[in-house]
T-cell receptor
Framework: AQSVTQLGSHVSVSEGALVLLRCNYS??????LFWYVQYPNQGLQLLLK??????LVKGINGFEAEFKKSETSFHLTKPSAHMSDAAEYFC???????????FGQGTRLTINP | NAGVTQTPKFQVLKTGQSMTLQCAQD?????MYWYRQDPGMGLRLIYY???????DKGEVPNGYNVSRLNKREFSLRLESAAPSQTSVYFC?????????????FGQGTRLTVV
């Protein structure tokens, strides 16, 4: 069964610092990978997705993620955190022809002034 | 564009009551999903409909039923609500059920069962 694990349920960084949110998946075949963001009392919004091809994927709001097959990882980064980045972030995976999008547990990002 | 619309946004039920959560999308998507979100557990799939006329169980289907009324609408019914069903419920849709297609989410329904 496909699964996805997000390391760290809560990450806190200072404004202007690097943001790194970790996501690992388990699959024997290349997956489709997604990062979503959820602002308070809102639904989920797609940040970026990996399909095939380039392993470094750029998304909205300055975020990017790198697919590393050897490490089965798809970590989300942003060079300089803004206060507006405070939200919960979810990694999700779909394996091949599977009809289900499976989500990780989520990571709450806090930005300190 | 409305996208995915869920009603109601908030609901309080007593144990044993029933209710239906409504979801409609205007993006001509083929697939629709119901998830529940609980603290520390991410989003868990309750039921999904890969295409009009089909429905399948997800990870946590017990206590729920669904109806794909037409291509636009996908409802979730709680026949006899229990406190364990207190959660935030999200409806989502995607153009296809597989591959690299992302899901689009509604704003959620916050349900409390007392």
């Amino acid at each position: 069964a496909q699964s996805v694990t997000q390391l760290g349920s809560h990450v806190s960084v200072s404004e202007g610092a690097l943001v790194l949110l970790r996501c690992n998946y388990s699959s024997s075949v290349p997956p489709y990978l997604f990062w979503y963001v959820q602002y308070p009392n809102q639904g989920l919004q797609l940040l970026l997705k990996y399909t095939t091809g380039a392993t470094l994927v750029k998304g909205i709001n300055g975020f990017e993620a790198e697919f590393k097959k050897s490490e089965t990882s798809f970590h989300l980064t942003k060079p300089s955190a803004h206060m507006s980045d405070a939200a919960e972030y979810f990694c999700a995976v779909r394996i091949g022809g599977a009809q289900k999008l499976v989500f990780g547990q989520g990571t709450r990002l806090t930005i300190n002034p | 564009n409305a996208g995915v619309t869920q009603t109601p946004k908030f609901q309080v039920l007593k144990t044993g009551q029933s209710m239906t959560l409504q979801c409609a999308q205007d993006m001509n998507h083929n697939s629709m999903y119901w998830y529940r979100q609980d603290p520390g557990m991410g989003l868990r799939l309750i039921y999904y409909s890969a295409s009009e006329g089909t429905t399948d169980k997800g990870e946590v289907p017990n206590g729920y039923n669904v109806s794909r009324l037409n291509k636009r609408e996908f409802s979730l019914r709680l026949e006899s609500a229990a406190p364990s069903q207190t959660s935030v419920y999200f409806c989502a849709s995607s153009y296809t059920p597989a591959g690299a297609t992302e899901a689009f989410f509604g704003q959620g329904t916050r349900l409390t069962v007392v």
